[in-house]
């Protein structure tokens, strides 16, 4: 805290504990620092950190054992206003999350070609990004998304308002 303070970096990195540790810190910082970058690299697969991270204000969470250079990659996104999830855990949490919301027989389903745009959500794509890689107009991903994340009941990309 009291680096952060002294120094006001853009960005941090924390890493999660088994207890949480690193979400209570990423929690004071937020709060002392609204604009600063939070991101969670750890080897901490678990859901609740992740959920509890996100609602501290982490802009990332990735897992330990990146490459390098998607380490530098996914950190230049997050300094530019993205937020990134590890894709298998963020898949992992949505799948979990319809499983769980909706009974079986009354869930709706995603179309394929949501289930395409779904896809590039959790790498951090931009609704521009997903656009330009099925060569439609950032209109028509526009259009997607609410779609996907009322059937999936997420309030937002990230799962929080």
Sequence with gaps: MTLA?????DLITLDVGPQGEGVAALNELHKAQPRLKIVLLTTSQSKAHLIAA?????????????GSSELVQRISGIVSGEIYITPGLAVRMLTQLRQLSQPADSQPELTPREEEVLGHVPKGNTNQEIARNFGLSDRTIKHYMP???????AR?????S
């Design 5 to 9: 303070e002294t120094h006001r970096p």
């Design 147 to 153: 779609n996907i994340m009322q059937k999936l009941l």
């Design 156 to 160: 937002n990309r990230v799962g929080r």
């Design 54 to 66: 996100l609602e501290a204000g982490a802009c990332g969470y990735l897992l330990k054992g990146i």
